[in-house]
């Protein structure tokens, strides 16, 4: 059963009573808007509206199985960290924050937020957490991590911001872990503890692997992965035997709780991972269902590498005094990323790659080097076949990566890619968020994406985790107003000012009314041209826009930009 938007639910569950008025199906009113939800046992129903759907946030759709109406309490365990982060002074405190370039918010009415902590030892974590820590060589926390991790671990919700890259999974998946730890074991028929949402399935794929790197000496901790394009039945056995993590697609698991196959009576820490992409996608409804539907008693822990108005609408509404962490610049291109902008016709876009990686591949050749992993990025699914084959027939190891593919055939190109043979990804932005593979040196944008933030997380792609990659984008005359965005942006960036981007629905109509502004000032420069009359008057903030002559190849190695 797909998911029914909650406007829809009125016609769809008059049309259910009609067909159910031959059985003994009882109607019970669920909230003020009536909405209707229809079961056999309304006593269950019931009881799960009194104990299960708070005041202001009821839904339609009851998640509550019969078995769960027994669930044990929830367990949020009194946490603390050594004694020596205890003794912290607020000035000592403030010092390492600013050593890892991390802002910290609280609402004032609220209790300060935890001492960042820069050891996983002084953190006090789980036995069995430390020893896989170790086990997977990790030494220090990144700064999202080193901040992140006390505030989950004390229990307190989050909101958090950091660049692509900087280790976002294992600040939420250790403390997720820590706190799975402490309720009552899973039984079968039980739903899980924690729910992480995701965007994408490679990216839900990725952070279920990170989960299990960090419990993978916990025999009793099971998790499961639930999206779309693999067997439905298989996940829906999983579930039902009884799993502690759920990661998950939000229409995917929509899906299951309307089945039945899950409940979320149990869940008390949640993820929202990269949430400003999910709203993009269009997973808004979903995601409110399941935040509606949660117990009262829960953790949230929100992520997004950028901040439009929607996303902080979501925090206000579903997060209790959070913790705002922000590292870094947040949405804004890495300054260890070389970039290169070459103007290129459409139809020379493909010989012109060729030839770039060609002579990319002789050179590693001659200096007996791996060819470097590189990701292309197209814009439809069609040319990212094309592309791939044009470069496998020049005897290059690509393989292609789109949401036309099936699980199984993305799944493949992810690990070829990863652990080879193929040493290029020819991909549509499905993979321009979350996708974590180690030495990604080169990125190309053969077609540029339409907004400043898609080509954020491009890039961010290649220079991940302190390392330094290089992006070359071919641009054409109709991305004029992106390509000034990313000039403005490189020149912030080497002047050491703060780069901040407008996000979310608000700054793509924002984008919209300016690129139409800045193409009526080229027809109007142009009608100045050919009557060679009187000085065309332009908004300084579009001139660098209209009069700089755009070199074939703009980019330098040192990263200037001549206008």
């Given at each position: 059963?797909?998911?029914?938007?909650?406007?829809?639910?009125?016609s769809?569950?008059?049309?259910?009573?009609?067909?159910?008025?031959?059985t003994?199906?009882?109607?019970?009113?669920?909230?003020?808007?009536?909405?209707?939800?229809?079961?056999?046992?309304?006593?269950?129903?019931?009881?799960?509206?009194?104990?299960?759907?708070?005041s202001?946030?009821r839904?339609?759709?009851?998640y509550?199985?019969?078995?769960?109406?027994?669930?044990?309490?929830?367990?949020?365990?009194?946490?603390?960290?050594s004694?020596?982060?205890?003794?912290?002074?607020?000035?000592q405190?403030?010092?390492?924050r600013l050593r890892?370039?991390v802002d910290v918010i609280?609402?004032?009415?609220?209790s300060?937020a935890?001492?960042?902590?820069e050891s996983?030892?002084?953190?006090?974590l789980?036995?069995?957490?430390?020893?896989?820590?170790?086990?997977?060589?990790?030494?220090?926390?990144?700064?999202?991590q080193?901040?992140?991790?006390?505030v989950?671990?004390?229990?307190?919700?989050?909101l958090g911001?950091?660049?692509?890259?900087?280790?976002?999974?294992?600040?939420?998946?250790?403390p997720?872990?820590?706190?799975c730890?402490?309720q009552?074991p899973v039984?079968?028929?039980?739903?899980?503890?924690?729910?992480?949402?995701?965007?994408?399935r490679?990216?839900a794929?990725?952070?279920?692997?990170?989960?299990?790197a960090f419990?993978?000496?916990l025999d009793?901790?099971?998790?499961?992965?639930?999206?779309?394009?693999t067997?439905?039945g298989d996940?829906?056995?999983?579930?039902?035997?009884?799993?502690?993590?759920?990661?998950?697609t939000?229409?995917r698991?929509?899906?299951?709780l309307?089945q039945?196959?899950?409940s979320?009576?149990?869940?008390?820490f949640?993820v929202?991972?990269?949430?400003?992409?999910?709203?993009?996608?269009?997973?808004?409804?979903?995601?409110?269902?399941?935040?509606?539907?949660?117990?009262?008693?829960?953790?949230?822990?929100?992520f997004?590498a950028?901040?439009?108005?929607?996303?902080?609408?979501?925090?206000?509404?579903?997060?209790t005094?959070?913790v705002?962490?922000?590292?870094?610049?947040?949405?804004?291109?890495?300054?260890?990323?070389?970039?290169?902008?070459e103007?290129?016709?459409?139809?020379?876009?493909?010989?012109r790659?060729?030839?770039m990686?060609v002579?990319?591949?002789a050179?590693?050749?001659?200096?007996g080097?791996p060819f470097?992993?590189?990701?292309?990025f197209?814009?439809r699914?069609?040319r990212?076949?094309?592309?791939?084959?044009?470069?496998?027939?020049?005897?290059?190891?690509a393989v292609?990566?789109?949401?036309?593919?099936?699980?199984?055939?993305?799944?493949?190109a992810?690990?070829?890619?990863?652990?080879?043979?193929?040493?290029?990804?020819?991909?549509?932005?499905?993979?321009s968020?979350?996708?974590?593979?180690?030495?990604?040196?080169?990125v190309?944008n053969l077609?540029l994406?339409?907004t400043m933030?898609?080509y954020?997380?491009?890039?961010g792609?290649?220079?991940?985790?302190g390392?330094?990659?290089?992006?070359?984008?071919?641009?054409?005359?109709?991305d004029t107003?992106?390509?000034?965005?990313?000039k403005?942006?490189i020149?912030?960036?080497?002047?050491?000012?703060t780069?901040t981007?407008?996000?979310g629905?608000?700054?793509?109509?924002?984008e919209?009314e300016?690129?139409?502004?800045?193409?009526?000032?080229?027809?109007?420069?142009?009608?100045?041209?050919?009557?060679?009359?009187?000085?065309?008057n332009?908004?300084?903030?579009?001139?660098?826009?209209?009069?700089?002559?755009?070199?074939?190849?703009?980019?330098?190695?040192?990263?200037?930009?001549d206008?």
């Amino acid at each position: 059963m797909s998911y029914v938007p909650p406007h829809l639910r009125n016609s769809i569950t008059t049309a259910a009573a009609a067909a159910a008025a031959a059985t003994t199906t009882t109607i019970t009113t669920l909230d003020d808007n009536n909405f209707h939800s229809y079961s056999k046992l309304s006593s269950v129903t019931n009881h799960c509206n009194n104990n299960y759907l708070n005041s202001g946030r009821r839904s339609t759709v009851n998640y509550t199985s019969p078995r769960n109406l027994s669930s044990p309490d929830i367990v949020f365990p009194h946490w603390k960290p050594s004694e020596r982060v205890l003794r912290l002074t607020p000035d000592q405190i403030d010092e390492v924050r600013l050593r890892l370039n991390v802002d910290v918010i609280v609402a004032p009415d609220s209790s300060p937020a935890p001492a960042p902590i820069e050891s996983f030892t002084d953190m006090c974590l789980h036995s069995s957490i430390m020893k896989d820590i170790s086990y997977h060589g990790y030494t220090t926390p990144t700064s999202i991590q080193a901040q992140a991790m006390p505030v989950a671990l004390s229990g307190r919700d989050l909101l958090g911001c950091a660049e692509t890259g900087s280790g976002k999974t294992a600040a939420f998946s250790i403390p997720m872990i820590q706190h799975c730890l402490a309720q009552p074991p899973v039984r079968r028929g039980d739903g899980p503890l924690a729910l992480v949402l995701a965007p994408t399935r490679e990216l839900a794929q990725q952070i279920e692997k990170e989960v299990k790197a960090f419990s993978r000496s916990l025999d009793s901790l099971r998790t499961a992965i639930v999206v779309g394009g693999t067997n439905i039945g298989d996940q829906r056995s999983e579930l039902r035997l009884g799993v502690d993590v759920v990661v998950a697609t939000p229409g995917r698991f929509i899906d299951h709780l309307q089945q039945g196959n899950t409940s979320l009576s149990r869940i008390s820490f949640v993820v929202l991972d990269e949430a400003d992409r999910m709203l993009d996608m269009g997973f808004e409804p979903q995601i409110r269902e399941v935040m509606r539907n949660l117990h009262q008693k829960h953790q949230t822990l929100l992520f997004s590498a950028t901040m439009p108005v929607e996303i902080e609408t979501l925090a206000q509404e579903y997060l209790t005094n959070p913790v705002q962490v922000k590292v870094g610049k947040v949405s804004s291109p890495t300054a260890n990323v070389l970039q290169i902008l070459e103007k290129v016709p459409d139809n020379e876009k493909i010989d012109r790659l060729l030839g770039m990686l060609v002579e990319e591949a002789a050179r590693a050749e001659r200096l007996g080097h791996p060819f470097p992993l590189t990701i292309v990025f197209v814009e439809r699914k069609t040319r990212c076949d094309e592309v791939a084959e044009v470069l496998i027939d020049q005897g290059l190891n690509a393989v292609a990566l789109h949401g036309g593919r099936s699980q199984s055939e993305r799944e493949m190109a992810l690990h070829d890619f990863r652990h080879g043979p193929a040493s290029i990804l020819v991909a549509t932005d499905v993979a321009s968020r979350g996708l974590d593979v180690s030495g990604v040196a080169h990125v190309v944008n053969l077609d540029l994406p339409k907004t400043m933030e898609d080509y954020v997380h491009r890039i961010g792609r290649t220079g991940r985790a302190g390392s330094t990659g290089r992006a070359t984008s071919f641009y054409t005359d109709r991305d004029t107003y992106l390509v000034a965005q990313i000039k403005k942006a490189i020149a912030d960036v080497e002047s050491g000012n703060t780069v901040t981007y407008a996000t979310g629905k608000v700054a793509r109509r924002m984008e919209k009314e300016a690129a139409a502004a800045q193409k009526e000032a080229r027809v109007a420069l142009s009608k100045v041209s050919l009557m060679g009359t009187a000085p065309l008057n332009v908004e300084d903030k579009y001139k660098h826009m209209i009069f700089p002559a755009m070199a074939r190849k703009e980019g330098a190695a040192d990263g200037a930009w001549d206008d």
